[in-house]
Each structure stands twice: as C-alpha cells, then as structure tokens.
C-alpha cells in the first residue's frame, strides 16, 4: 500500500530490497492530515483490489472450502 506520489519510490524500494515484482495498491496523497472519514472512502474505493492482490484474485465462491 502507497499512496499515488510515493509509487515511484515504493516500487524502486521493493526492487532493491529483491521483491521486482510486488503488486501494490496505490491510494490519494496525501494520508495525514486528512479527514477520517475521507480515508475512509479512499479504503473503500480500493478495498476489492487490495483483497483481489491477498487472495489471487479468488472470490469466496470460487475458492475450495
């Protein structure tokens, strides 16, 4: 997780630390300062890719249980 003006710095940062291929999720700059619940949409709008990147792109229903 970065925010959009720090990409370029997190994508070269996982690279040299051996990680070229991370798959990141990038939210607006920037975090601080800002109100919560205006983070709170900005999650929200990132939330599908964010679980999309942790589970391969499965779904509940398409996952084996």
């Given at each position: 997780m970065?925010?959009?003006a720090l990409s370029d710095l997190a994508t070269k940062t996982?690279?040299?630390?051996?990680?070229p291929d991370l798959r990141m999720v990038s939210v607006a700059h920037?975090?601080?300062g800002v109100d919560?619940?205006?983070i709170r949409r900005r999650?929200?709008?990132v939330v599908d890719e964010v679980l999309a990147?942790?589970?391969?792109?499965?779904t509940l229903e398409g996952s084996a249980r």
């Open positions: 970065t925010t959009n996982a690279t040299e630390l051996g990680l920037p975090i601080g919560p619940d205006e999650a929200d709008n990147l942790l589970t391969g792109g499965r």
